[in-house]
């Protein structure tokens, strides 16, 4: 049997939660308030997963930069070869919140997208 201990990230009030797992199963979850806190930590312990987020040069723009992210959650240990992929990248302005940065990156099959828009 091994125990895990957890602060939830699922809301703000940052439960501190202990999971129970047997032959990689999670069997027991302690210590959450609300469901998703549940949630969160069997994800946790049995495949976690993030958003990453991050900045693009931008050549042109109003703004040296524009700030970006994965359009969906991605596996935890994918994060420093998406911030590799990402980091040489460099857009033309404009870019409007939506546009795909990097298409699938580090084959995630995850886009990274803007978050702001920049003017020309």
Do not use: H
Not at 55 to 77: F, H, M, Q
Not at 79 to 86: C, M, P, T
Not at 92 to 116: H, L, R
């Amino acid at each position: 049997m091994e125990k895990r201990d957890l602060t939830c990230i699922g809301c703000p009030l940052g439960c501190q939660i202990t999971v129970t797992m047997e032959n990689g199963e999670v069997t027991d979850v302690k210590g959450n308030t609300c469901p998703r806190g549940d949630k969160y930590a069997r994800e946790e312990v049995t495949n976690p997963t993030r958003v990453v987020t991050s900045i693009v040069k931008v050549e042109g723009g109003n703004l040296a930069a524009v700030s970006v992210k994965t359009k969906d959650v991605i596996p935890k240990g994918k994060i420093f070869d998406i911030l590799d992929e990402i980091k040489p990248v460099v857009v033309k302005a404009p870019v409007k919140i939506g546009d795909v940065i990097v298409p699938n990156v580090a084959g995630t099959g995850v886009d990274v997208i803007a978050t702001k828009n920049i003017q020309a």
